[in-house]
C-alpha cells in the first residue's frame, strides 16, 4: 500500500486479528492459546508473553479478565500483526484457505507455506445467525472466496474445514441442495474449489476468529435471503397456522435448535424420536420459521392429517397425489 510515508504493509490483512474480542471463558481462552501457539513457529518470543493468560487456565483460578491481561493480550495481536504485514502473497505457490462458522461469527485465514497472508472474520447477522450449521459453515467459503476474490479467482485453492458434510455438498447436483445452499453454491461456481474435511484441530485460526469476533453493526452478505413464497407452494392463509404449529412441536422445536447448533457425531446420541431424520439431516435448514427438508416444508405433527385430506382433495389419482406431495411436503 502506498501511502505519504512510502510502502507500507496493507491493515486490512490482519485488521482480523487486530479486532480479536477477550474471551468470555476459559474454552475461549483455550482455543485462543492454541492459535498464538502456532503462530508462535515465526513469530519470534511471542509464547514467553502469554504467562497471565495461562495463569487463567489453572483449576484452581477462576476466569477473571482483567486490564492486564487485556494489555499482554493487545501485545500479543500486535506482534502477530506486524509478523504477518511482511508475508508476501506468491500466486505460484499452492494456497489454502481456512474456514469455520460459529454462532458467533465467521472466520477465514489464507495460507501459503504455513504462514498467514490475510484473516478474514464476519459477525453473524440475526438472520444469518438463524441459518442451519451447513448454511454457516458455507457461508464463511462464500464470504472469503468473495473477499479474496483477486487471490482465488482463475486458480485452484483447497478449502480446509472441520465440517465434513461440506465435502459431499460441492460433490452433490447443485439442484439437490436446499435454496439457500443453491444461490451460494452458484456464486461459488466460477471458482475452482477443492474442500478437504481436516478436524478441528486443523483448522485453529478460522476457528479462534469465528468464536472471538466483536459483536457490532455487520453487514449481512447480499442475495442469500429467501422466503417460504420462493419455495414450496403453500397456501398464504395456511402459512401462519404452520408457524404456530411449528413453533409449538416439541419434535421440530428439538430439531431447529440442532439444525442451528449442529448435529452429535452419532446418532445414538440423540433422543430417539429424533433418529428418523438422522439420515438427511444436512438437507434440513430453518426458512422463515419454518423446518425445510431441501425445498418440502416438513409439516408438524398436529397438522399432517388434514395435509393428507387436502393433498387427496385435487383427486388426481394415487400417482400424482404422491408426487405432489413428495415435491411439497415432508
Not at 198 to 225: F, N, Q, W, Y
Not at 236 to 252: I, P
Not at 282 to 293: A, W
Amino acid at each position: 500500500m502506498i501511502t505519504l510515508q512510502g510502502i507500507q504493509p496493507c491493515p486490512k490483512k490482519v485488521k482480523a486479528i487486530t479486532m480479536l474480542a477477550a474471551p468470555s471463558d476459559k474454552q475461549e481462552l483455550q482455543s485462543l492459546l492454541v492459535t498464538v501457539n502456532f503462530m508462535s513457529t515465526f513469530t519470534p518470543n511471542l509464547t514467553k508473553k502469554m504467562y497471565l493468560m495461562r495463569s487463567l487456565l489453572k483449576r484452581d483460578v477462576h476466569f477473571v479478565w482483567t486490564s492486564d491481561v487485556q494489555k499482554e493480550l493487545d501485545t500479543i495481536k500486535q506482534d502477530i500483526a506486524n509478523a504477518v504485514k511482511l508475508i508476501h502473497y506468491d500466486p505460484s505457490k499452492p494456497a489454502v484457505i481456512e474456514t469455520d462458522a460459529s454462532l458467533k461469527g465467521l472466520g477465514a485465514v489464507l495460507i501459503e507455506d504455513g504462514k498467514p497472508v490475510r484473516f478474514l472474520s464476519k459477525a453473524l447477522t440475526p438472520p444469518e445467525a438463524n441459518y442451519s450449521n451447513i448454511e454457516q459453515e458455507l457461508l464463511a467459503v462464500l464470504c472469503a472466496w468473495e473477499k479474496l476474490h483477486r487471490y482465488t479467482f482463475r486458480r485452484k485453492i483447497t478449502v480446509h474445514t472441520d465440517h465434513e458434510p461440506l465435502q459431499s455438498i460441492f460433490k452433490k447436483p447443485i439442484s439437490l441442495a436446499p435454496a439457500r445452499l443453491q444461490r451460494m453454491l452458484l456464486r461459488l461456481s466460477k471458482y475452482d474449489i477443492q474442500v478437504k474435511y481436516m478436524g478441528s484441530k486443523r483448522v485453529l485460526i478460522a476457528d479462534t476468529l469465528s468464536h472471538l469476533i466483536k459483536p457490532g453493526s455487520a453487514r449481512e452478505i447480499p442475495r442469500l435471503d429467501i422466503n417460504i413464497a420462493q419455495v414450496p407452494k403453500v397456501e398464504t392463509t395456511k402459512l401462519k397456522s404452520l408457524q404456530e404449529e411449528t413453533k409449538a412441536d416439541s419434535t421440530l422445536a428439538a430439531l431447529t435448535d440442532l439444525i442451528i447448533t449442529g448435529w452429535p457425531d452419532n446418532m445414538e446420541d440423540l433422543p430417539e424420536h429424533l433418529h428418523p431424520y438422522w439420515c438427511f439431516r444436512y438437507e434440513l435448514t430453518i426458512l422463515d420459521k419454518f423446518v425445510m427438508m431441501g425445498n418440502r416444508v416438513v409439516i408438524p405433527s398436529g397438522m399432517r392429517p388434514g395435509t393428507l385430506d387436502r393433498l387427496h382433495d385435487a383427486h388426481q389419482g394415487l400417482n400424482s397425489v404422491l408426487q405432489h406431495a413428495r415435491c411439497t411436503v415432508y
